[in-house]
């Protein structure tokens, strides 16, 4: 809570190309809750470090995201759209809040587990710790609300516990934070293997939408989606591909799962997929443009990231003040 409103934070990583089923399960909620809170949308840039990365990609991919952020309907002066790298009191509350973390909760998480097994060569401490890091970006600015996946619930968790943890020490510093897990928790799921996550990283490319597919690619790809031999278009739990297939489209027209069943009843699976395939198209043909648009506008978005990163300083600043003097640190000298 900040000036009397209730704040909502969230974050994403630039790395890997954004699919649909980050824009639809992760992006187009924002848009939909951010009138109702103030909102910060970090470009989660310094966790992205734990696994290396090529300098002047990494770059690219955060100002991208930072971009798309925009172009997905964000209004940049309402809402708090800056780096995390451009505002150092994330790492400050990162090392404070890991002097109140033990070991064994961090060794506990079910993340650091996979990527330290897909990172044997590189398990370096930052693996470990980005949930402190995740749960100081939380609990710097106060949040009320932080809309995730299902896979960062424990993070969550574990920011509660924090919160928690230095409030019963300290008194009443931290927001607790509650978790907003999405409309019915629905992930958007493969197009080959309905049974799995819709991943960045897939190596079926016809597997996962990527955002910035262009129109042709998009129509082949759901052309291709694998579906069942029942041949009725309904939402069942015998039918993941089609069910995928009704939430991406429903998703994308905002219609109700029983308007599309009775829509394509008795019209046959290749109907169906094409007019899945043309609502997505129509989603993604706007936000290209505006991201074409915005890309091009330099000056414009370098305005926003200094206006914002010192909108986002402010708000940090309060918290710090009031985390340094609880802690005992000494007070600073004015600069
Ligand atoms: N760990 C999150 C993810 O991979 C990204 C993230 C970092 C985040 N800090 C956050 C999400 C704070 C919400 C709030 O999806």
């Not at 291709?224 to 297939?245: C, F, H, K, M, W």
């Amino acid at each position: 809570m900040f000036d009397d409103k209730k704040v909502l934070f969230s974050g994403m990583q630039a790395t890997g190309n954004l699919t649909l089923g980050n824009y639809l399960g992760a992006l187009k909620n924002w848009v939909d809750m951010c009138n109702d809170y103030m909102t910060f949308f970090c470009v989660v840039d310094q966790h992205s470090i734990t696994i290396r990365q090529e300098p002047a990609e990494f770059r690219k991919r955060a100002r991208n995201l930072l971009t798309l952020y925009i172009a997905a309907g964000l209004d940049p002066e309402k809402n708090c759209i800056y780096y995390q790298s451009h505002v150092l009191e994330h790492a400050e509350l990162a090392w404070i809040l890991n002097c109140y973390t033990y070991v064994g909760e961090l060794q506990r998480m079910t993340q650091f587990k996979d990527k330290a097994a897909k990172h044997a060569d590189n398990i370096n401490a930052g693996l470990l710790t980005y949930p402190t890091l995740m749960a100081a970006d939380i609990l710097l600015y106060q949040a009320d609300l932080v809309p995730v996946g299902v896979d960062q619930k424990q993070h969550i968790e574990l920011t509660r516990n924090l919160a928690e943890r230095f409030n019963a020490i300290y008194g009443e510093t931290f927001t607790m934070p509650d978790i907003w897990l999405g409309k019915k928790g629905r992930k958007i799921m493969s197009l080959q293997d309905p049974e799995r996550k819709m991943s960045k990283s897939d190596e079926n490319p016809n597997a996962s939408i990527y955002l910035m597919d262009d129109p042709d690619t998009v129509r082949r790809k759901f052309k291709r989606a694998v579906t069942d031999s029942i041949g009725e278009v309904r939402y069942s739990e015998e039918q993941p591909g089609i069910s995928n297939l009704i939430d991406i489209y429903c998703s994308c027209t905002g219609k109700s799962t029983e308007e599309c069943e009775s829509e394509f009843r008795g019209l046959g699976y290749g109907v169906f997929k094409e007019a899945v395939g043309e609502s997505v198209v129509s989603v993604l043909q706007p936000l290209h443009e505006r991201f074409d648009e915005l890309s091009k506008d330099k000056a414009y978005i370098d305005k926003i990231i200094v206006e914002n990163a010192d909108k986002a300083r402010y708000y940090s600043e309060k918290t710090m003040r009031k985390v340094r003097k609880k802690i005992g640190f000494p007070e600073r000298p004015k600069i």
